[in-house]
């Protein structure tokens, strides 16, 4: 089945500063990546996604590529804000006939920002 | 509008006992999925759930068992706890319909904390 790593498991950087986190997935299947931002106590809550038929993906401050190739996924975090510390989780998922398929997560990047 | 609203929030329960967690989908939204988050982990995925019937079953004993209602609620229902089932269940919906088969967002509620003393 499909396995998500990710890494790395916590990062530190200042306020400004760029993050990025990666991920690699095992199965050359999957076609749906999406990242979910989860703060303590809180729901994991979508912040982008992207289909293998894109490379690259952008929205504000937030960016994800995908390397289909090398089957790996990026967050890229620029100009990092305090609110941004959080868990971070990538994910892969599969469409395939009498199912949506589910989402395999890795394990979660734990992010602090300091100012 | 309302997100995906789980109840109750919190629970303690004893081995052996059973507990059945709620889930209500965000309006419109007719698949639902379940998902268990150890503390430190990733969510894992147990059921998803579309229009009444079983779409998908992740690598979970028997123990665990979903439904889903024609309003597109579902609940979960884990028998003979474990001390290992603590965790936070998570609940997440997406579309459904037409679109079943596409790659569409999966919204989650806040789940379920679940402590098994």
Not at chain 1, 48 to 73: P, W, Y
């Amino acid at each position: 089945g499909e396995n998500v790593e990710q890494h790395p498991s916590t990062l530190s950087v200042q306020e400004g500063d760029s993050a990025v986190i990666k991920c690699t997935y095992s199965d050359s299947a999957s076609n749906y990546f999406p990242w979910y931002k989860q703060e303590l106590g809180k729901r994991p809550q979508l912040i982008i996604d992207i289909r293998s038929n894109v490379g690259e993906k952008k929205d504000q401050r937030i960016a994800v590529t995908l390397n289909k190739t090398a089957k790996h996924f990026s967050l890229h975090i620029t100009e990092t804000q305090p609110e941004d510390s959080a868990v971070y989780f990538c994910a892969a998922k599969k469409v395939y006939g009498g199912s949506q398929g589910n989402l395999i997560f890795g394990k979660g990047t734990k992010l602090s920002v300091k100012p | 509008d309302a997100g995906v609203t789980q109840s109750p929030t919190h629970l303690i329960k004893t081995r052996g006992q059973h507990v059945t967690l709620r889930c209500s989908p965000i309006s419109g939204h007719k698949s639902v999925s379940w998902y268990q988050q150890v503390l430190g982990q990733g969510p894992q995925f147990i059921f998803q759930y579309y229009e009444k019937e079983e779409r998908g079953r992740g690598n979970f004993p028997d123990r665990f068992s979903a439904r889903q209602f024609p309003n597109y609620s579902s609940e979960l229902n884990v028998n003979a706890l474990l001390l290992g089932d603590s965790a936070l269940y998570l609940c997440a919906s997406s579309l459904g319909g037409q679109t079943l088969y596409s790659n569409q967002p999966q919204h989650f509620g806040d789940g379920t904390r679940l402590s098994i003393l």
